[in-house]
């Protein structure tokens, strides 16, 4: 390769890596919340990480929880993760326990139960307004 190639490929890195970094830090928005289960006592705090994509739009990069209860809430909360990443919080808000049953694969539970089917979702809802809250302050400078 002479030099004059080997400069091409130099300036054409330098481009690609400038209008599209992908190491490039982004202000993170971290938000937590409980959920509680008083009927058999089943807790967990979710924590979901957002940050703004490309276009300025808030988005689900990351999540994770930290609590006990039945195995049915706590695979449920795993799930919930998978099933949110890369949403706005508009979608995480929106997406309903009938989207969670779908992941599972139609999993059909009885009254008792959805409680534990769904308070890792309940919490990811309140966490995702939360951030959404904190991003619009943050971006409207109050």
Not at 34 to 49: K, Q, R, V, Y
Not at 84 to 94: A, I, M, N, R
Request: aromatic fraction near 4%; charge should be negative.
């Amino acid at each position: 390769m002479n030099a004059i190639d080997q400069r091409v490929i130099q300036r054409s890195k330098a481009l690609v890596h400038h209008g599209a970094p992908t190491g490039q830090t982004t202000t993170e928005i971290l938000a937590t919340a409980p959920g509680e289960n008083p009927m058999c006592g089943d807790s967990i705090t979710m924590t979901l990480a957002f940050a703004p994509d490309r276009n300025g739009e808030l988005r689900m990069t990351r999540g994770w929880f930290e609590g006990y209860g039945c195995s049915l809430c706590m695979a449920s909360a795993d799930l919930a993760i998978d099933e949110l990443q890369d949403k706005t919080p508009q979608e995480v808000v929106s997406y309903g326990a009938e989207h969670l049953q779908d992941a599972w694969g139609g999993l059909q539970v009885g009254r008792a139960r959805q409680r534990c089917l769904d308070l890792g979702l309940r919490a990811a809802h309140l966490a995702a307004k939360g951030a959404a809250d904190a991003f619009r302050k943050q971006t409207s400078g109050n």
